[in-house]
């Protein structure tokens, strides 16, 4: 074991570098482990000694530490093209990726141009004699299984699963690491975890390039949350409850920018998990790596505007007929204060009065002949 890059103490530990050092790259049986030069020093029981190599022709290029942020991305190119002058490579994501960005296997398959092979997880051998791609939690400290195992990323598009794990047994293929859920709904296997999706709706991009993290598993719902039905939801729950026992624990809803709180609530109460908001992000700058998402909904003409109406000409006053003269509307509820200039005042000088009646009685009689009528008095 040798390490390109030691700042050693008075004790012979290994203490971080300042800001701007190299980073630090130590040889290990699978190939090469590259970490930040601010990562803490490295443990001899540490799981990067002890990966599996996957063939004598390929060497492994073992990106960050668990709970780390991983190295620069120049660093991690760096290493890459040294190490792919010698051996097929394969890199294995190590440490976490904080952000919802694309992660750093897509931005390396973009910065160098060509398609890289990425695991998510160190390949750690079996107590049954077959190795498997674990991920190193280091908040809980276990190990655990994600369902992407192997996932080659393209320099100009999505990337492609190659090794994966069904995430609950006996459901019913859909596709490329896809499996039915409920009716037009499916579940796909993406990095980060889990995509929620509904055949015929266009697949959000970001979703298939999100970063993984060893500490959680995400599972996006990949459209409207408002659209998820009662006969959805209760599949969606089913489904959650069936997940392995690691992957339950580490669960993780990621919503859509500007989903509905109502929307929100209703998704919770079906599959308690904590839940993310997704950033919008601007149209004008798509992160690195991402596929462009096309709206399919028709730009709708401007509608012309409407003919302003002409005014009506005045008819004209017909000989030998007396012109009405309009008078002002009242004014409906309390009377105002205030009248108009226009309105019609009284003639005389004295404020018309208005005529009170005198009060009158009515009673009721019958005549002789029997018949009832009112007789007034007053």
């Not at 699963?161 to 006996?170: F, I, R, S, T």
């Not at 109460?269 to 004008?284: C, D, F, I, K």
Request: with cysteine; glycine share 8%.
């Amino acid at each position: 074991m040798t390490d390109r890059l030691t700042n050693s103490t008075a004790d012979g530990a290994t203490a971080p570098s300042p800001p701007g050092a190299p980073p630090r790259i130590t040889t290990v049986p699978a190939g090469l482990w590259i970490r930040s030069a601010q990562d803490p020093q490295t443990q001899p029981d540490d799981p990067a000694f002890t990966t599996v190599p996957h063939a004598p022709d390929v060497r492994t290029l073992i990106v960050g530490a668990p709970g780390c942020r991983p190295p620069a991305l120049a660093d991690v190119t760096r290493a890459l093209d040294d190490l792919s002058a010698q051996a097929t490579v394969i890199v294995s994501m190590y440490g976490c990726e904080p952000g919802d960005g694309p992660g750093l296997a897509q931005r390396l398959a973009v910065a160098a141009g060509r398609s890289v092979v990425a695991e998510y997880g160190l390949l750690m051998p079996g107590q049954d004699g077959v190795s498997r791609v674990l991920a190193t939690d280091a908040g809980r400290r276990e190990s655990w299984a994600p369902f992407a195992q192997r996932v080659l990323h393209l320099p100009d598009g999505p990337p492609r699963l190659v090794h994966w794990h069904p995430p609950v047994a006996g459901m019913v293929p859909h596709g490329r690491a896809g499996y039915r859920l409920v009716g037009p709904w499916f579940v796909r296997v993406v990095p980060a975890g889990l995509a929620l999706r509904r055949v015929g709706l266009t697949s959000d991009a970001s979703t298939d390039l999100a970063p993984f993290d060893p500490a959680r598993l995400d599972l996006a719902v990949d459209g409207p949350v408002a659209e998820l039905t009662d006969n959805v939801l209760t599949a969606l729950s089913r489904f959650a409850d069936a997940l392995p026992a690691a992957a339950r624990v580490r669960l993780r809803l990621v919503l859509s920018a500007g989903t509905d709180d109502m929307a929100a609530r209703r998704l919770r109460l079906a599959v308690p998990a904590p839940q993310h908001v997704r950033r919008a992000t601007p149209a004008e700058a798509p992160s690195t790596g991402a596929v462009p998402r096309e709206s399919t909904q028709p730009t709708q003409p401007t509608q012309p505007a409407k003919p302003t109406q002409t005014t009506q000409p005045a008819q004209p006053t017909q000989p030998n007929q007396t012109t009405q003269t309009t008078q002002p509307a009242r004014p409906t509820g309390r009377a105002s204060s205030a009248r108009p200039a226009n309105a019609a005042r009284p003639t005389g000088g004295a404020p018309r009065r208005h005529a009170v009646g005198r009060a009158t009685a009515l009673t009721l009689v019958v005549t002789r002949s029997g018949r009832m009528c009112f007789q007034t008095s007053g």
